[in-house]
Each structure stands twice: as C-alpha cells, then as structure tokens.
C-alpha cells in the first residue's frame, strides 16, 4: 500500500473517530493546551507591548526580549524543563509560551506606539489622559496590528502543541509520536493532516475576528503599518530542534 492508502485507512477506521484515542478526543486536548499557552502569554506579553508602546520607551528592550527568547529551540527547551521539574504539562506549556510571546509583545509596542499623534493628541485635547487615552484611543487604533501579533502567536502555537506527546501527554502529536514507534506511517501522516488543517482553521478564525473587531477607517493603514512590525519574525526561522 502507498502513504496515500495508509492515510484513508486509517481516517477510515471507526476507532479514529471515537473513543479515548480518537481524533475529536486528540483535537480537544491540543486546543486545550493551546487555549492555556495562549491565556498565560497574553497576560504577560499585551499588557507590557502596550504600556511601553504608550509611554515610547523600551523599544530596545521589546526587542531584546522577543529577540531573545526566539533564538531558544522548542525541543531542547522542553526536554531541560523536564529535566528540572519532570514529566508533566509545565514543559511543554513553557516552550508554547515561548513561541507565543514574542509575536504578541512586538506587535503591541509597534501598534500602540505608532499610533498618530493627532489622534491622540484629539484624544488629549476632549480631557482624556493616561491611561483613558491607552484604553478608549490608542488600543483600538492599534488593534488590528495588535491582533495580528495574537493570530501568528496562535498559529505557532497550535503547530507547536504536537510536542506535548513529547513528554507523554495527549493532543495531536499523540498519533506522530505512537505511529513513529509503531511503525504506523498512515497514522503518522493523518495526524499531520489533522494538524495541519487546524492551523489554518485558526488562521481563518482570527481573520474573521480581525475583520470583525476593526474599525474600517483604521483597517488599511494598520495592515500596512503591521508588515513592518512582523517583519521579523516572518522572515526568520525559528530552531525547532535542540
């Protein structure tokens, strides 16, 4: 049998659709794992991006941080976590952590700080100061580029999640892990599949979100000031392996 005929037998088989190791069972646990690495970096990265990019300092140090922590390998991340705390969610959800923040911190510095003046100096002129101008001018303003930062976060993330199977754990990379040692090359291949298809189905729901949350007068000009802010990261690869 070819890979091809490997794949639909094993999409074919009524124990891959139901029960403990199914793919809807498999699919929940990564989003889960997700959902927390995603939680936990928002709550560190957007508040720092937004502040700073607000108060115009720190630009070196956005930077730094992102920069730096880009250039630790996933894997080799987790298996040091695992050698300090051991087997549990920690070590993965650090490496998913990781991926997540730097996205998220950058394009909330760029898109508060890059905020026009004259809004916020409008915003100034009716009585709003600190932090009312972040909250009801500059945030918004920003938040189309602030959302892409979340949607390459949560791209990266879901295609990283497979390396919680790393550590014994469930989600997708459960059927790439038990298939490599098994020998089980159509359960291998599917379980791509069905990871594959989940990021880009997280790249088609935070367009929507996208579209939906922008204000169509700040649309353009932020999807042309956020090519610049993600730059980085698009164009430069990221270690995946220790």
Same mark, same amino acid.
């Given at each position: =049998?070819?890979?091809?005929?490997?794949?639909?037998?094993?999409?074919?088989? /009524?124990? $891959?659709?139901?029960?403990?190791?199914?793919?809807?069972?498999?699919?929940?646990?990564?989003?889960?794992?997700?959902?927390?690495? =995603?939680?936990? !970096? !928002?709550?560190?990265?957007?508040?720092?991006?937004?502040?700073?990019?607000?108060?115009?300092?720190?630009?070196?140090?956005?930077?730094?941080?992102?920069?730096?922590?880009?250039?630790?390998?996933?894997?080799?991340? *987790?298996?040091?976590?695992?050698?300090?705390?051991?087997?549990?969610?920690?070590?993965?959800?650090? +490496?998913?952590?990781?991926?997540?923040?730097? /996205? =998220?911190? #950058?394009?909330?510095?760029? @898109?508060?700080?890059?905020?026009? /003046?004259? *809004?916020?100096?409008? !915003?100034?002129?009716? &009585?709003?100061?600190?932090?009312?101008?972040?909250?009801?001018?500059?945030?918004?303003? +920003?938040?189309?580029?602030?959302?892409?930062?979340?949607?390459?976060?949560?791209?990266?993330?879901?295609?990283?999640?497979?390396? !919680?199977?790393?550590? &014994?754990? @469930?989600?997708? @990379?459960?059927?790439?892990?038990?298939?490599?040692?098994?020998?089980?090359?159509?359960?291998?291949?599917? @379980?791509?599949?069905?990871?594959?298809?989940?990021?880009?189905?997280?790249? #088609?729901?935070?367009?929507?979100? $996208?579209?939906?949350?922008?204000?169509?007068?700040?649309?353009?000009?932020?999807?042309?000031?956020?090519? &610049?802010?993600?730059?980085?990261?698009?164009?430069? /690869?990221?270690?995946?392996?220790?």
């Amino acid at each position: =049998m070819n890979l091809f005929d490997l794949v639909a037998a094993w999409f074919a088989e /009524p124990s $891959t659709w139901s029960g403990p190791d199914s793919i809807p069972t498999r699919v929940a646990e990564h989003l889960q794992y997700t959902a927390l690495a =995603m939680l936990i !970096a !928002a709550v560190i990265a957007l508040p720092l991006g937004t502040v700073l990019g607000h108060l115009h300092r720190g630009q070196a140090l956005v930077l730094t941080i992102a920069n730096t922590i880009r250039a630790l390998p996933t894997l080799g991340l *987790v298996t040091l976590v695992v050698i300090l705390s051991g087997i549990g969610l920690l070590p993965p959800l650090i +490496a998913l952590i990781v991926l997540a923040v730097p /996205p =998220m911190l #950058v394009n909330s510095f760029e @898109g508060v700080r890059n905020v026009d /003046p004259s *809004v916020v100096d409008a !915003a100034r002129g009716v &009585g709003l100061r600190g932090t009312a101008t972040l909250l009801g001018v500059e945030i918004p303003v +920003a938040l189309p580029i602030i959302l892409l930062g979340v949607r390459v976060a949560a791209i990266q993330v879901v295609s990283a999640a497979t390396i !919680a199977a790393y550590v &014994g754990l @469930g989600g997708l @990379g459960r059927f790439i892990f038990d298939g490599l040692g098994r020998r089980d090359f159509g359960q291998m291949a599917g @379980g791509s599949i069905v990871a594959a298809v989940l990021a880009v189905a997280t790249e #088609v729901v935070f367009v929507l979100l $996208t579209a939906f949350a922008t204000s169509p007068g700040v649309s353009r000009r932020s999807r042309i000031g956020s090519l &610049g802010s993600l730059v980085r990261f698009t164009l430069q /690869p990221r270690k995946q392996i220790a």
